[in-house]
């Protein structure tokens, strides 16, 4: 059976919807980095996730290729991560003018996969879809100490969620950190193609200090 990162590392994928400190240790991913708005049709940022999921997959699928990772094990390509911000904007007011926003959107990647290994999936996805997969990279990322919760609904109504984060965190004695290397993060357990907009699932994270 297939190895599933949201079954194995539950308490990172299926949180509460009731706010928790929780540490994140180093992970792994492919990333692209890009600006704007992600709701634009035809955007940048629709684009960014078709080569996001091209390389993913080609990574995934590499074992029936001769191309060989070592340590590798089949597993489900994990669910679809966004890290957010904007320049000189905190807290959830980053959300208010969604064409100023900054991203990197990411997939997770097994700790057996290398830099090497991406790029050899950028490259092989490049000639077999015949399509510039050249903004993905290998991306690694230590969260560290954050706020979490399980955000049910609309992306437009997570502002309230995030302030009942935010107020959780502080009445706890932590401090919202948001910095140049430390970021809003979302984990995408919903298709809003697919799912009804009032039952979207999706892992909410700020970072915090004491």
């Not at 904007?86 to 007011?93: A, D, P, R, S, T």
Request: charged share 30%; with cysteine.
């Amino acid at each position: 059976m297939a190895f599933d990162f949201k079954k194995e590392f539950k308490k990172f994928y299926k949180p509460s919807e009731k706010p928790e400190i929780i540490e994140i240790p180093k992970m792994n991913f492919i990333a692209v980095r890009g600006k704007g708005n992600p709701n634009e049709k035809d955007g940048e940022y629709q684009k960014v996730v078709e080569m996001l999921y091209g390389v993913a997959y080609t990574l995934k699928m590499s074992y029936k290729t001769q191309y060989k990772i070592e340590g590798f094990f089949e597993y489900v390509v994990p669910p679809l991560e966004g890290l957010w911000w904007q320049e000189n904007v905190k807290h959830e007011n980053y959300l208010l003018n969604k064409e100023l926003f900054n991203w990197i959107s990411l997939i997770r990647v097994p700790d057996f996969i290398k830099k090497e290994d991406v790029e050899w999936a950028i490259k092989c996805a490049t000639e077999k879809k015949k399509k510039d997969f050249s903004k993905v990279e290998f991306f690694s990322y230590n969260e560290g100490l954050c706020v979490q919760c399980m955000h049910t609904g609309s992306y437009n109504d997570e502002p309230e969620t995030i302030q009942r984060m935010n107020e959780f965190a502080q009445n706890n004695g932590y401090n919202i950190e948001l910095t140049e290397k430390r970021y809003h993060h979302e984990i995408y357990l919903s298709d809003p193609r697919k799912a009804d907009i009032n039952k979207l699932k999706t892992v909410i994270r700020q970072p915090v200090k004491k």
